[in-house]
């Protein structure tokens, strides 16, 4: 890659061997969790670790089938500069009675670690007492993300991406200010820091109007701008793409200045943000919030899908070594499964895999094991039928949030309703070209009302739709 | 798309009258019915598993075939000249006197009584392996086709299976209790074989495991070919109607035949007889146990060929197929016949 060195490199490996020697007597496995901005992976670490110390219902988690958990804890996170994620207060948000709501979203890298005590089986770890293992889980928002690619670019090749993508039709009213400003700077002329900070503010507001217009998050660069989560105002962020120019030019000047703070931004965010979190990962969840995206139509199916290959393509995947290592397993996930009826699921799972492919593809190509499923970390839903017209309707029943709205019905956050959101194509396909234009609807519903349990019983945790799967696929093999 | 395309729809559910719901849903969630609504008949699977279609030639005998009509005639003409043989018979007796003629026709009765009593069983016998049978194929099938609906069937069938065995009363508990969870049908099987079939799975080879054992042993000691080949045989045999047993097959005499027949064409179309004769012979028969004794390599070799046997009794009498576990390989008869605990090496 062309902004990371050779010397990276080295430092990575070296941290690797350390890794790996620390696993042979405490295995710890660091299991990132990305996806965009409420795509849900709040509540997929939430509901996942409360899972896992409730003893909640997962019959295709392997461990907890065979009863072979013996317990499960928090312990503090190894890497104490870092956030914690905030469990205790999302699932205070989740189950305060009447007042429950979903939490919010992650604005910063945050991390957990979950330790598991459980009953080894092979023969050398129950001769070695290797009976435990910490699950390291590090939550990242998704627009940071979406810095990988600038790993790979220089200023100039970043620019003309950027600047193609503003001039697309459907943004160019967005980028307008930003656009305009930048028409009448010289980039010869020698620097101006208001110069740079008003172009750096428009710019900035360009991608936050991109952010709030569903459908337009692709090559939304740098991430930082959109959630500088410790950077605000910081000088990093005082740049923007600025078309290229021909010839030489004095290193004073605007282009070559803001080429500087692109590179500064690239080293000093995200460099770290890559080989400290990103790259050290075992295994790796991709969340995708496709209902949604349908919702918003075949262009927004679209922008997931390129936003996905972009972020995609900076994925470390492949069979780990002793000096480098990978995320071994990807797992995709569409998020919200329990908005669509169980029968449905199979093709919004075709969607998923359809929206991935090249970059599974390529992962699959470096040796990772990758896997599709569509997944309700919590399930708000239950399932049933309904009668329209004498046709038989599969719906799926829940409180739908305040506000919500479906045929004319507008719900008030209290009603229980049956809603048929629609049929998923049968060929994922069409779930780009627009042809479903007004033929789906989804609604989001509540958090279930958990009973108040026992606070002190090993029982009852969110229901969920194939959280135990996934973590079979993410964790299983740890468990030996 | 074959059907047309459905609108989004809202019911709203009045939770004050739970008497009048306009839906037949406003259950609660533990209750609620996962109902699929019927589409178009799952199209039939391209591929067929080669385990079908072993099994689907172990089933070959449904063709019409000539050597089934003479036998058929020629016990129609056996069952006639008995029926008249033993009607003349009383009827003589009564001509000399009224008590041997009554003793004869009852002892006529108890026999026909026991007969029929036999017949019976041994047709539930048959029926009983058909129906295990029957349920592997509509396993694999719901899982080709992916469907739900069936694959929930044919689980529930294996629960009815062995809902009278009060060791398997837990595990079907634990299958029912994820009964709402919404799982693919090759999760759900999965599950059910891990849950249901992995503890029978696992004494299926403890009974493989020490079959072969006494086998070879018997093999190595015996001193007459003729008699080790008679005791070869009665254990096979044992060997059979233990596994069956033990996964609900329970079958009679004929059953017990009819499942010899059907493993011997298992192995005849997998050709893995074949292979355990050739393979195995030359490594084991000539190798290392034969240098040692002729008579030990022998039984080494009737061992192994009995574990073949077992494995392939397995495959044919296991109501599900093979998905979440694997089954026992080549490499494990050897391991069977000389693991201190068989069960333990089959695990492992």
Not at chain 1, 126 to 153: A, C, F, K, Q, S
Request: overall charge positive; charged content about 20%; proline content about 6%.
């Amino acid at each position: 890659m062309k902004n990371i060195s050779i010397l990276d490199e080295a430092k990575n490996a070296a941290a690797s061997l350390a890794g790996a020697a620390a696993n042979l007597f405490n295995p710890t496995l660091r299991l990132g969790v990305t996806g965009f901005s409420r795509a849900g992976k709040t509540v997929f670490i939430t509901s996942l670790v409360h899972n896992l110390l409730h003893g909640g219902a997962l019959p295709l988690f392997e461990p907890a089938r065979a009863g072979r958990i013996r317990r499960a804890y928090l312990e503090p996170q190894p890497d104490a500069h870092l956030p914690r994620f905030a469990y205790e207060d999302h699932i205070a948000a989740l189950t305060a009675g009447e007042a429950r709501h979903w939490p919010k979203s992650t604005a910063q890298l945050s991390q957990l670690r979950i330790t598991v005590d459980y009953q080894p089986q092979g023969f050398l770890a129950r001769r070695t007492g290797r009976n435990r293992l910490h699950i390291d889980i590090v939550d990242y928002p998704g627009e940071w993300l979406l810095d990988l690619p600038l790993l790979d670019m220089d200023y100039a090749t970043w620019s003309d991406k950027i600047l193609k993508a503003a001039r697309q039709p459907s943004r160019k009213e967005l980028a307008r200010p930003w656009l305009d400003f930048i028409a009448t700077l010289d980039i010869r002329a020698p620097l101006q820091e208001q110069t740079a900070r008003r172009a750096a503010a428009l710019y900035r507001a360009y991608l936050e109007a991109c952010r709030a217009n569903p459908g337009h998050f692709s090559a939304l660069q740098p991430g930082r701008f959109l959630m500088p989560g410790d950077l605000e105002g910081s000088p990093l962020l005082t740049f923007c793409p600025l078309p290229a120019p021909e010839g030489s030019l004095p290193a004073a000047s605007l282009w070559r200045q803001m080429e500087r703070r692109y590179l500064a931004y690239v080293r000093h965010v995200a460099r770290p943000f890559f080989f400290d979190h990103f790259a050290r990962l075992d295994s790796q969840v991709v969340l995708a919030d496709i209902l949604t995206a349908l919702n918003g139509g075949a262009g927004a199916v679209r922008d997931l899908k390129g936003a996905l290959a972009s972020v995609l393509a900076c994925l470390r995947t492949g069979a780990s070594s002793l000096l480098a290592r990978r995320a071994a397993r990807v797992l995709f996930c569409a998020t919200k499964a329990d908005l669509i009826h169980h029968e449905s699921h199979e093709r919004l799972r075709a969607i998923l895999a359809l929206l991935i492919e090249q970059a599974a593809r390529k992962a699959e190509y470096a040796g990772a094991a990758i896997e599709t499923t569509p997944l309700a970390a919590i399930r708000a839903t239950r399932e049933g039928t309904a009668k329209r017209n004498g046709e038989e309707l599969p719906v799926i029943i829940g409180i739908p949030e305040k506000g919500e709205e479906i045929s004319g019905e507008i719900f008030d956050g209290k009603t229980q309703a049956a809603i048929f959101p629609g049929d998923l194509p049968d060929d994922p396909r069409a779930a780009l070209d627009g042809s479903l234009h007004g033929a789906l609807r989804f609604v989001r519903f509540r958090p279930p009302l958990l009973a108040p349990s026992d606070p002190l019983a090993r029982t009852g945790s969110f229901p969920h739709i194939h959280l135990d799967s996934a973590l079979q696929f993410l964790t299983g093999e740890w468990f030996s | 798309m074959s059907r047309q395309k459905r609108q989004p729809a809202a019911f709203v559910l009045d939770e004050t009258a739970p008497d009048a719901p306009k839906t037949r849903t406003a259950r609660q969630p533990t209750a609620a019915p996962v109902e699929v609504v019927e589409e178009a008949a799952p199209a039939l699977p391209q591929t067929v598993e080669k385990d079908t279609a072993a099994r689907a030639g172990a089933h070959m005998r449904r063709a019409f075939r000539w050597g089934r009509v003479l036998a058929s005639a020629a016990f129609g003409l056996f069952t006639l000249w008995a029926g008249a043989a033993i009607t003349t018979m009383v009827e003589n007796l009564f001509a000399r006197s009224a008590i041997l003629g009554w003793t004869a026709l009852a002892l006529a009765g108890i026999a026909a009584i026991a007969l029929l009593i036999i017949t019976g069983r041994e047709l539930i016998g048959l029926a009983r392996l058909r129906r295990i049978a029957r349920l592997h194929d509509e396993a694999a099938l719901a899982l080709e086709s992916d469907d739900q609906e069936a694959m929930g069937k044919v689980l529930k069938k294996l629960e009815n299976l062995y809902s009278g065995r009060a060791s398997m009363r837990w595990a079907i508990q634990r299958m029912a209790a994820h009964e709402e969870a919404i799982m693919t049908p090759a999760q759900r099987l999965q599950l059910a074989e891990k849950e249901l079939l992995a503890p029978l799975d696992e004494q299926a080879s403890r009974i493989i495991a020490r079959t072969a054992r006494q086998v070879a042993v018997m093999t190595a000691i015996l001193p007459m070919a003729a008699l080790d080949m008679a005791a070869v045989s009665i254990q096979n045999l044992k060997m059979l109607r233990a596994l069956a047993s033990l996964y609900g097959g329970r079958p009679g005499l004929l059953g017990g035949l009819k499942l010899g027949g059907m493993v011997m064409t298992h192995l005849a179309l997998t050709g893995s007889l074949a292979l355990t004769d050739s393979v195995i012979q030359n490594v084991l028969g000539k190798g290392l146990a034969g240098r040692l004794s002729a008579r030990f390599g022998e039984g080494a070799v009737n061992g192994i060929l009995t574990a073949r046997i077992g494995i392939a009794t397995l495959q044919l009498l296991r109501p599900l197929p093979w998905r979440a576990t694997s089954p026992p390989s080549l490499s494990d008869y050897a391991r069977m016949l000389f693991a201190k605990d068989p069960g333990k090496a089959q695990n492992d």
